[in-house]
């Protein structure tokens, strides 16, 4: 998932359970739920909620190579489904990994056994580095996403894998309940990660969605809530920012009844009400409700290099739903309006490290989460 910078959005929709007996997923897909793929080369750690110091559940993943970037780069997104810590920005955390295309192939490449008087079996599966161009792509049919089929490579210092992938003998008579579960590290073996339910993420280009007759439509409606409230929606596409130059600016014209933001917000994505999440490198964000008006100043500057973030991807209210427990037998809460998520602007990266970079996130709650359900 790439988009030039400006405000040419994609758009993220759900694409199918992910059945990773069968298709095993990679740092390149794009997916919800699920663990977090690592790329090769990479020392992880889970992270925990800073408000309660739980695991945090792996929300989505997102494979976002930039533009003349020798780079493969996904962004993690995680959140605490404590219902205690819902709706607070403290309680989410997003991590940018990236990988250069021969540290993958080197990863992927079968090692030799140690008995060196074993005969090599020669490996009759494609290398699984070899169709990473298309990771990500928009296919010929209309932007379905192509995966994987090879496991991804996880560092055993890191979480530790599914057990539906390490049962033993001795231990197929227990619960499947425990298959949905996965230790965190060192810290504290017997705490589990809850984890969501899988989804691929299909993507397609909003220009995509919609005919002449839509957006007639749309104008018709926009001018009828114009003359409604007093107020001009145009005047509100300066809020958010994230683009070139300096501060942003936001429109305190407020309407005579409701907010004009949420309803400006309802009127972009009423084209495609199902979408999941919006991509747009450098683009503005689309706020639900009125931003601080120190926004700016809350974004900080990228830790590591010093560069200024910009705005990258925002997740949208129909993903809540979507958000279900892996494990049948509990249930786990995520409620959000919209969650934005900033990055190093000159995605800074030096070859061989092996630390991901935590970005910025920033959470809205949604002013009427019965609109969605």
């Given at each position: 998932m790439a988009a030039s910078s400006g405000e040419s959005a994609l758009i993220g929709l759900c694409d199918g359970e992910v059945d990773s007996r069968k298709y095993p997923s990679c740092s390149l897909t794009n997916k919800v739920g699920d663990l977090p793929d690592i790329p090769p080369g990479i020392s992880w750690?889970?992270?925990?909620?800073?408000?309660?110091?739980?695991?945090?559940?792996?929300?989505?993943?997102?494979?976002?190579?930039?533009?003349?970037?020798?780079?493969?780069?996904?962004?993690?997104?995680?959140?605490?489904?404590?219902?205690?810590?819902?709706?607070?920005?403290?309680?989410?955390?997003?991590?940018?990994?990236q990988c250069l295309e021969t540290e993958m192939k080197a990863a992927s490449t079968?090692?030799?056994?140690?008995?060196?008087?074993t005969k090599?079996?020669?490996?009759a599966t494609t290398d699984w580095c070899d169709g990473a161009d298309d990771w990500g792509m928009e296919s010929d049919d209309g932007g379905g996403?192509?995966?994987?089929?090879?496991?991804?490579?996880?560092?055993?210092?890191?979480?530790?894998?599914?057990?539906?992938g390490t049962t033993t003998n001795s231990s197929l008579d227990v619960s499947t309940r425990l298959q949905d579960l996965s230790l965190t590290g060192a810290e504290d073996t017997q705490q589990v990660v809850p984890i969501f339910r899988p989804f691929y993420i299909s993507v397609v280009d909003e220009s995509d969605l919609g005919g002449e007759a839509d957006l007639e439509h749309a104008q018709e409606l926009l001018r009828e809530y114009e003359e409604r409230e007093g107020v001009e929606v145009s005047e509100l596409e300066?809020?958010?920012?994230?683009?070139?130059?300096g501060e942003e600016k936001y429109e305190k014209t407020k309407a005579r009844h409701g907010?004009?933001?949420f309803s400006r917000f309802m009127k972009t994505i009423s084209l495609c009400p199902e979408q999941i999440l919006r991509?747009?490198?450098?683009?503005?964000?689309?706020?639900?409700?009125?931003?601080?008006?120190?926004?700016?100043?809350?974004?900080?500057?990228?830790?590591?290099?010093?560069?200024s973030r910009t705005f990258e991807f925002q997740l949208m209210p129909a993903l809540v739903n979507l958000l279900q427990s892996k494990d049948s037998n509990s249930e786990m809460v995520l409620e959000f309006g919209t969650v934005l998520v900033y990055t190093?602007?000159?995605?800074?990266?030096?070859?061989?490290?092996?630390?991901?970079l935590e970005e910025f996130v920033f959470v809205q709650a949604d002013p009427d989460q019965q609109l969605f359900k």
């Open positions: 750690q889970h992270p925990r909620c800073s408000v309660c110091r739980a695991p945090l559940s792996h929300v989505v993943q997102v494979y976002c190579p930039l533009a003349a970037s020798a780079f493969h780069r996904s962004l993690h997104l995680f959140a605490c489904s404590s219902a205690l810590c819902n709706g607070r920005t403290e309680s989410w955390k997003v991590f940018r990994t079968p090692q030799p056994p140690r008995d060196t008087q090599q079996v020669t490996m996403v192509l995966y994987d089929k090879k496991p991804a490579v996880v560092n055993e210092d890191a979480v530790e894998p599914e057990m539906e300066n809020v958010g920012g994230g683009g070139e130059g907010d004009a933001i991509y747009c490198w450098s683009g503005k964000p689309l706020f639900i409700s009125e931003p601080p008006s120190n926004m700016a100043k809350m974004v900080p500057v990228c830790s590591i290099c010093g560069s190093c602007r000159r995605s800074c990266w030096t070859t061989g490290s092996t630390s991901p």
